[in-house]
């Protein structure tokens, strides 16, 4: 999509927008803040700045945007390991989430992470899970933590398309179902299972149909507009803070680069490629921002100075800070016990 050089002072309003100023300008902070986060990222890991694995968000921005204007703080959050943005969505300061990248004293887990396994209790952020899957288990047991405690709190359990074939989101959708647990199932499907289409690991690609089998609501989301997740979502919140079970939604999105840092995504088709570049999420965003009225191009180029400053300042941060001290190694690595059985 190219977007057309306009007046910085003009306001189109030959439209009606369905959100407000607000909430338009909200998303288009959050997920440029994630995409300006994964660019400078890449840089680094170019550098050699950050090592092991890394693997970026780029392209997928709208689901966390989409998702976080429905989300209450109290309610968690678990997914894999393609992790950073919705960690900064849940509210994870990119100071602390760019630390943890270069392996810091002073990121979200004291440099001991990396890229794959962020994880935040005061955010009521469960992790991104190294292991393809686990974390759908893990998201049932959560929400069977909220069931248990009475609360109405949920627990969104993200996971891809490839981390659908796994057996144990069979397991945990059929308990799930029968004990009602209050739990939003999303598959975040970019059409690739690392470099593996769909359409070559299943016989069923609508895969929001898994759950169907199980008498689940499931829907089918544009993942790449965050209205359509946020309205999505709000109605899946809906029902399962009514008290009756979970829901699963099949959110198409798609990522922009290619599974890790370390793939060049040669089986994607430049056309391919360029159909899904046409309708980026941030550019279809500003473009409705103008073309609703509700911002000019000078408020727009403000946001976007604040957030690369954010950014660079992550980045100081991050190359400032220590690493961990040799004598951290074997700390946090279990948790204190909290029941007095155990403490026996």
Same mark, same amino acid.
């Given at each position: 999509?190219?977007?057309?050089?306009?007046?910085?002072?003009?306001?189109?309003?030959?439209?009606?927008?369905?959100?407000?100023?607000?909430?338009?300008?909200?998303?288009?902070?959050?997920?440029?803040?994630?995409?300006?986060?994964?660019?400078?990222?890449?840089?680094?890991?170019?550098?050699?700045?950050?090592?092991?694995?890394?693997?970026?968000?780029?392209?997928?921005?709208?689901?966390?945007?989409?998702?976080?204007?429905?989300?209450?703080? @109290?309610?968690?959050?678990?997914? /894999?390991?393609?992790?950073? &943005?919705?960690? *900064?969505?849940? +509210?994870?300061?990119?100071?602390? $989430?760019?630390?943890?990248?270069?392996?810091?004293?002073?990121?979200?887990?004291?440099?001991?992470?990396?890229?794959?396994?962020?994880?935040?209790? @005061?955010?009521?952020?469960?992790? /991104?899970?190294?292991?393809? &899957?686990?974390? *759908?288990?893990? +998201?049932?047991?959560?929400?069977? $933590?909220?069931?248990?405690?009475?609360?109405?709190?949920?627990?969104?359990?993200?996971?891809?398309?490839?981390?659908?074939?796994?057996?144990?989101?069979?397991?945990?959708?059929?308990?799930?179902?029968?004990?009602?647990?209050?739990?939003?199932?999303?598959?975040?499907?970019?059409?690739? $299972?690392?470099?593996?289409?769909?359409?070559?690991?299943?016989?069923?690609?609508?895969?929001?149909?898994?759950?169907?089998?199980?008498?689940?609501?499931?829907?089918?989301?544009?993942?790449?507009?965050?209205?359509?997740?946020?309205?999505?979502?709000?109605?899946?919140?809906?029902?399962?803070?009514?008290?009756?079970?979970?829901?699963?939604?099949?959110?198409?999105?798609?990522?922009?680069?290619?599974?890790?840092?370390?793939?060049?995504?040669?089986?994607?088709?430049?056309?391919?490629?360029?159909?899904?570049?046409?309708?980026?999420?941030?550019?279809?965003?500003?473009?409705?921002?103008?073309?609703?009225?509700?911002?000019?191009?000078?408020?727009?180029?403000?946001?976007?100075?604040?957030?690369?400053?954010?950014?660079?300042?992550?980045?100081?941060?991050?190359?400032?800070?220590?690493?961990?001290?040799?004598?951290?190694?074997?700390?946090?690595?279990?948790?204190?016990?909290?029941?007095?059985?155990?403490?026996?």
């Amino acid at each position: 999509m190219v977007l057309e050089k306009t007046n910085p002072e003009k306001k189109v309003t030959s439209k009606k927008a369905a959100y407000s100023k607000e909430q338009y300008l909200s998303w288009y902070n959050l997920m440029l803040r994630i995409r300006r986060f994964e660019e400078r990222a890449l840089l680094a890991y170019s550098q050699q700045k950050i090592r092991g694995f890394l693997h970026v968000y780029i392209g997928q921005e709208a689901i966390t945007a989409g998702m976080e204007s429905v989300l209450r703080r @109290e309610d968690g959050i678990v997914t /894999g390991y393609r992790q950073h &943005g919705t960690a *900064i969505g849940r +509210g994870v300061s990119t100071k602390a $989430a760019m630390a943890e990248l270069y392996g810091k004293a002073t990121g979200v887990n004291k440099g001991k992470g990396g890229s794959m396994h962020f994880m935040s209790s @005061e955010h009521k952020y469960f992790g /991104g899970n190294g292991i393809v &899957g686990a974390q *759908i288990p893990i +998201g049932a047991g959560i929400a069977l $933590a909220e069931k248990y405690k009475g609360t109405d709190n949920l627990c969104v359990t993200m996971f891809g398309d490839g981390a659908a074939r796994q057996g144990s989101l069979h397991e945990t959708f059929n308990m799930a179902m029968t004990w009602k647990l209050p739990v939003l199932f999303i598959c975040e499907n970019n059409n690739y $299972a690392m470099g593996t289409s769909v359409e070559r690991t299943s016989n069923v690609q609508d895969l929001h149909t898994l759950g169907l089998g199980y008498h689940m609501p499931s829907e089918q989301v544009d993942g790449m507009q965050p209205e359509t997740v946020h309205e999505a979502i709000s109605k899946a919140v809906a029902h399962i803070r009514s008290g009756q079970g979970p829901y699963f939604l099949e959110i198409r999105t798609y990522r922009y680069k290619g599974h890790s840092v370390s793939d060049p995504g040669s089986y994607r088709s430049r056309e391919e490629l360029k159909t899904y570049m046409d309708i980026d999420p941030l550019k279809m965003t500003v473009q409705k921002i103008l073309d609703y009225g509700l911002a000019t191009e000078t408020e727009l180029d403000e946001i976007k100075e604040r957030v690369k400053a954010e950014i660079e300042e992550a980045v100081e941060f991050a190359e400032a800070s220590p690493f961990p001290d040799a004598s951290e190694l074997y700390t946090d690595n279990y948790a204190e016990p909290n029941y007095p059985f155990m403490r026996d």
